[in-house]
Nanobody, 128 residues
Framework: QVQLVESGGGLVQAGGSLRLSCAASGGIFSGYTMGWFRQAPGKEREFVAA????????LYGDSMKGRFILSRDSAKRMVYLQMNSLKPEDTAVYYCAADPTQYFDSTYTSRWNIYDYWGQGTQVTVSS
C-alpha cells in the first residue's frame, strides 16, 4: 500500500517562497509518475506539476511555469515542489499523487483521475 504524506505548507506573503515535501513509502516507485495538484475553495482540482520517479524533464501547468520547480530524491523517497514568486491565486490545498502506469505526457498526466494514490494535502496561503 503506497502512502504519501505532504508537508511544508503555511502562510507566506506574495512574492515569497515555500518548499513542499512529499514523503513516499509502502511501494516500489520505479516507473511511477509523481504529481502535484491543488484545489482552492469552489474550484476544480488543478494540475501543478509531475515527474517520473526515474527522472527526466518535469511537466508544469501553464501558470506554474517559470515559478515552480519539481524534483525528487530517490534514495530518500522524497518529492519536492519549490514554489517561488507566489501569488494570492496560488492559495489552495496542495496534494501529492502517484500514478503507477506507463504513460507520461502533458495531456494524460495532467488529469487528476488517472492517479491511484493521494496524500492528505497541505494548505498554502498567500497573502497580499
Amino acid at each position: 500500500q503506497v502512502q504519501l504524506v505532504e508537508s511544508g505548507g503555511g502562510l507566506v506573503q506574495a512574492g515569497g517562497s515555500l518548499r513542499l515535501s512529499c514523503a513516499a513509502s509502502g511501494g516500489i516507485f520505479s516507473g511511477y509518475t509523481m504529481g502535484w495538484f491543488r484545489q482552492a475553495p469552489g474550484k476544480e482540482r488543478e494540475f501543478v506539476a509531475a515527474i517520473r520517479w526515474s527522472g527526466g524533464s518535469a511537466l508544469y501547468g501553464d501558470s506554474m511555469k517559470g515559478r515552480f520547480i519539481l524534483s525528487r530524491d530517490s534514495a530518500k523517497r522524497m518529492v519536492y515542489l519549490q514554489m517561488n514568486s507566489l501569488k494570492p491565486e496560488d492559495t489552495a490545498v496542495y496534494y501529492c499523487a502517484a500514478d503507477p502506469t506507463q504513460y507520461f505526457d502533458s495531456t494524460y498526466t495532467s488529469r487528476w483521475n488517472i492517479y491511484d494514490y493521494w496524500g492528505q494535502g497541505t494548505q498554502v496561503t498567500v497573502s497580499s
